[in-house]
C-alpha cells in the first residue's frame, strides 16, 4: 500500500424532500446572491427548479440564471458563467442537474477570482488556484460523483479536447442528493450512468496497485451492486431503494475514497480513449466506456491478466487460484462476462455500434494520443491506442 | 434506505514517515503552544514520542506533556487536562497513541470552552457545546477510529458508567496514521483491536436496516478483510501491508460510513453489554465484544434470523436462500462460525474465560440496565440484558 492523503470535506444531504434543505445552507453562510447553473428541460419537468426556487426566494436569496448547460459540457458556456460572475458578483454557485452540470459550475466558481482564461487550469494551471466561490448544489442525475469529488471535466470543441482539472477549492461545500427525482430518469441514462459508476471502480481495480486488498473489495463490491441495481432499475425505474443505492454507489464509487493506498489517481485510460469518442462523435459517456474499457482490456490482459483474473473471481465467481495460463484464462472470463453484462442492459461494445467507422479510427486515435502516454496499468503510446480502437471495432 | 447527512472533515495522512508532518500541519494554522497527550511507555520505546517533539520542536511550538491516560480511560485525566489547558492555554491539542489517548485529548478539547463539568457531556449535554480546541493527532495504535470520528468514550469509576458522547466539534482537524509502528504492538492487543473494527462493522450488519445491501457489501468487504489480516498479523506481526490495511479498515469501520441510509448509528448492543465488562472487571474492550457479540446475537437470531443469515451467507458462503427454519439454521450457523474464528486468535467467548462469575451477572446486568432501553434490532430491557449475559457465562 502506498502512501496517501485522505480529505473530503463535501456534506452530503441524502434521501427523500432534501432539496429545499439548499436554501438553508446557502442562508447559514449569509449568501445573498448565487448564480444558479442548469442543463434544459429536465429540471421544469421533475419539478426540482421550483422546489429551489421557492426555498431560495423564501430566504431572499436572489438567483441570477445560467442555463443551457450541455451535456458533455463546453467551455464557452464555462466562461459565460465566469464573465457573468465577474461583471456582478454572486456569493455561491449553485448548480442544479448532473454531471455537465455541477462540472461546469465548478470550473465556473475557479474561474471567478482568476485573472486567465478558465481553459487554463485545463492545461495544467490549476495548481495556480488560490481561491473558489463555493459551490452548493442540487444533484438530480447520479454517475459523475461530480457532487462529491474535486475534479470537473470539460470539453473545448475548438482545442479537440475533452479533459479535467482538479483542485481541492472545488468540492462542493454541500451537495444535496434526492434519489427519488431519478426515478423519472430516461433508461439510456440509468444505463449509462450506471456504466460510469461501475467504471470509476474498475479504474482503480485494473491499476496494477499490489497490497490493496481491502480498497479491491470495497470496489468489488460496488462492481456487484451495480450488476444488480442497474437491470433492477430497467425494469422496476420508480422502485426508490434501487434509486438511492444507486446513487450512493455512485458518489462511493469516485470520491476517491477507492484510490486510496493506490499510489495514483487509478488508471483512467478508458477514460480517456472513451472521451475522444465523446468529442468527436457525441457519444454519451457512458456508451463510451462500455465499449473502451472491454477492449482496453482484451489488449493488456496477457501481458498483466492478474487484476483481471481478480476481477473475474470476486465479481463473477469464476474458478480461482491457479497461476500461468489458467490465470489468463480467468482473465478473459472476465472481460467477456463484463462484456455480456454490458450487451444484457442494452449497453454497446463495439464502435460500430457507435456508428463511428474503420476509417475514423485514425482520426480517433490521434485525438487520443495527444495525451499519451496514459495509463497505470501500462501507459500507452500511440500504438497502443490505435491496436485498442482497432480491438473495439 | 433512510435519510441521512455524510460528513466528515478530518484530513488523514496515512503512511511510512508521516508522523513529523503533524510539525507542518500544526504550524500551517499557526500554532504556537499544545498539549501533547499520551499515555504510557508505549510511545517512548517505539520512537515516537521522539519524532513527534523533535518535529515539534523544529517549528517552535511549544508542548506541555499530559501523560498517563490509560487504557479505558477515565475522567479523572480528561479533567486534568481541562484544567491544565483553561489555566494555559493552548492553540490545539495533540493526542499521540491509541484510542484511549485520542478520547481524552478529544473530550479535554471540548471542555476546553466549557463552563461546566466535561462529564456534563456524556450526560447528555454535548449539544450544548459551541466550540473546541482543535484536534491533531497521531495515531500510534488503531481499532476504534477515534482518529476519524466525532465520538469519545470515557469511563466514571464513581458513577459506574462507560459511555461516550458525540459531536461535530471533535472530529479532528488532521489524523496521521503510520502503519509502520504498528508492526510492534503486541499480539492480544492486535487481536482485541482487530475484534473492535469487526464488531464496528457488525453493530450496522446487525441493526436490522433493510434497503442498504450496498452498505451491507461494504461492512461484508472489512470483516471478510479482518478475518484474514488478525491471523496473518499473529504469524508475521512485522508485515506491513496487513498492518496498513488493518489500520485503514479499523478507520472505515467507525468512520460513520457504514451508518449511511441505515436510519440510526448501528445497534451497539454488544457495545454497551462489553462496557460494563470494561468498567467493572478490566476487561479489555475487544475482548469484551468476543464474549458479548455472539451471546447477544444468539439470544435474538430466532426472532429476527435476517441479518444473521446474510452474514453467514456473504462473509461465510453458507449455503443461501431459504426462508423459515433454513434462515434461523444458517443465522446460528453465522453465529457459530463468528465464535469459531474468535477462538482461533485466541479470543474468549465465554464470561467465564473473562474470570467472570455467575455470581457477578447480577452486578453487571445492573450497570448495563442503567442505560436500557438500549439496540436497534431489538430494545433490550434489564430481563434481555440479563439472558444475554447468562447465555455468553
Redesign the interface.
Known amino acids: ?16 424532500d ?1 432539496i429545499p434543505q439548499i436554501a438553508d445552507q446557502l442562508a447559514a453562510v449569509k449568501a445573498k446572491s448565487v448564480l444558479l447553473v442548469y442543463g434544459g428541460k429536465a429540471i421544469f419537468k421533475n419539478g426540482v427548479y421550483t422546489q429551489v426556487t421557492e426555498a431560495l426566494t423564501k430566504r431572499n436569496i436572489a438567483f441570477p440564471e445560467l442555463g443551457g448547460v450541455k451535456s458533455n459540457p463546453t467551455i464557452d458556456k464555462v466562461r459565460e458563467g465566469v464573465a457573468r460572475v465577474k461583471a456582478s458578483p454572486v456569493d455561491a454557485v449553485v448548480p442544479v442537474g448532473g454531471g455537465s452540470v455541477f462540472d461546469t459550475a465548478k470550473t465556473i466558481a475557479a474561474g471567478a477570482f482568476y485573472k486567465g482564461d478558465p481553459w487554463d487550469f485545463f492545461e495544467g494551471k490549476a495548481s495556480e488556484l488560490q481561491r473558489a466561490l463555493p459551490i452548493f448544489g442540487v444533484l438530480t442525475a447520479s454517475a459523475t460523483a461530480s457532487e462529491v469529488n474535486n475534479i470537473a471535466v470539460v470539453s473545448n470543441p475548438e482545442r479537440e479536447a475533452k479533459t479535467s482539472f482538479n483542485s481541492p477549492f472545488i468540492f462542493p461545500r454541500v451537495s444535496i442528493i434526492d434519489p427519488w427525482v431519478q426515478t423519472s430518469l430516461p433508461e439510456e441514462q440509468t444505463v449509462n450512468g450506471g456504466i460510469d459508476i461501475m467504471t470509476h471502480a474498475m479504474e482503480r481495480l485494473f491499476d496494477g496497485a ?6 479491491d ?2 470496489g ?3 462492481v ?2 451495480m450488476i ?1 441495481l442497474i437491470p433492477e432499475l430497467r425494469m422496476n425505474p420508480e422502485n ?2 434501487a434509486r ?2 444507486y446513487a ?2 455512485a458518489s ?1 464509487a469516485h470520491n476517491g475514497s477507492l484510490s ?2 493506490r499510489g495514483g489517481r487509478g488508471d483512467f485510460s478508458s477514460h480517456k480513449l472513451g472521451h475522444s469518442l465523446s468529442l468527436l462523435f457525441g457519444v454519451p459517456h457512458g456508451a463510451s466506456l462500455s465499449v473502451m474499457m472491454p477492449a482496453w482490456a482484451r489488449y493488456l490482459h496477457k501481458e498483466n491478466p492478474t487484476p483481471f483474473a481478480r476481477f473475474a473471481e470476486a465479481v463473477f465467481g469464476a474458478g480461482g487460484g491457479g497461476q500461468g495460463s489458467d490465470e489468463e484464462e480467468r482473465a478473459l472470463e472476465g472481460i467477456e462476462r463484463l462484456e455480456s453484462f454490458y450487451r444484457s442492459v442494452g449497453a454497446p461494445t463495439t464502435l460500430r455500434e457507435l456508428k463511428i467507422g474503420e476509417a475514423d479510427i485514425e482520426r480517433v486515435t490521434q485525438n487520443a494520443a495527444a495525451f499519451a502516454p496514459f495509463g497505470a496499468l501500462k501507459p500507452l503510446t500511440s500504438d497502443d491506442i490505435l491496436e485498442i480502437y482497432k480491438l473495439a471495432y
Do not use: D, R
Open positions: 500500500m502506498k502512501n496517501f492523503t485522505w480529505w473530503n470535506p463535501t456534506i452530503v444531504i441524502f434521501g427523500k432534501t499490489e497490497g490493496v486488498g481491502l480498497m473489495a470495497q468489488y463490491a460496488i456487484k451492486s444488480e426508490y431503494e438511492a443505492q450512493w454507489a462511493l486510496c493506498g
